[in-house]
């Protein structure tokens, strides 16, 4: 397995930042745990979902209007049996698992692209923070595509996953999507 050096590791996990869902593996980016279950590739096309050792049908950046990441830092937060024993006070993600929660384009409409939770590993809450900001104000720029360029996420993940408060993260982002418009020669909004 390849991993980029010093970022996540196939398990989610890696120097210089907290365990997240978010792992390099072989070169390409995926959010949840990969080996042999539900999780989600960053791909330059768009996200693909991949369950039961298939991919699903890719969906390209251009439809994101906005992206939010919904994951407890235990997988058995997340769980149906926690959340029917707690009546769902312990587990309000419980029916619905770890997932990715957007609004799409064309045709408008949500959209939930579900991953599974890495087996054994438990989720720091300020990388799970850094992380649904990484996500979020990407899309929110109008950038969704950076999400799948290899090259971006290779720099990014590793600055903004370390940050420890959420407008330090929002910061970092918008200073690495405005690097990454003034590259391609386009001026802020």
């Known amino acids: 397995m390849n991993t980029l050096p010093n970022g996540p590791g196939p398990d989610g996990a890696g120097p210089g930042h907290a365990p997240v869902?978010?792992?390099r593996v072989d070169?390409?980016?995926?959010?949840?745990?990969?080996?042999?279950r539900?999780?989600?590739?960053?791909a330059p096309g768009g996200?693909?979902?991949h369950a039961d050792g298939r991919a699903g049908e890719v969906v390209p950046w251009a439809r994101f209007m906005s992206l939010g990441l919904s994951v407890t830092t235990h997988r058995w937060m997340g769980s149906r049996r926690t959340a029917v024993l707690s009546l769902g006070q312990m587990a309000p993600?419980?029916?619905?698992g770890p997932h990715l929660a957007a609004t799409v384009r064309h045709p408008y409409t949500y959209w939930t692209g579900r991953f599974s939770h890495h087996r054994g590993l438990q989720y720091a809450p300020r990388?799970?923070?850094?992380?649904?900001?990484?996500?979020g104000v990407t899309v929110d720029?109008?950038?969704?595509?950076?999400?799948?360029?290899r090259a971006w996420m290779d720099e990014a993940v590793p600055a903004v996953l370390p940050l420890r408060r959420e407008g330090e993260a929002r910061a970092a982002v918008t200073k690495l999507v405005a690097g990454a418009r003034a590259t391609r020669g386009l001026r802020e909004p």
Do not use: M
């Not at 539900?38 to 960053?42: G, N, P, R, S, V």
């Open 38 to 42: 539900a999780h989600l590739e960053f």
């Open 21 to 23: 869902p978010l792992a």
């Open 93 to 96: 993600l419980g029916l619905t």
């Open 47 to 49: 996200i693909v979902p």
């Open 127 to 135: 990388g799970l923070v850094a992380l649904g900001v990484l996500l």
């Open 27 to 36: 070169g390409r980016w995926l959010l949840g745990d990969h080996r042999g």
């Open 141 to 149: 720029a109008g950038e969704a595509a950076l999400l799948g360029d």
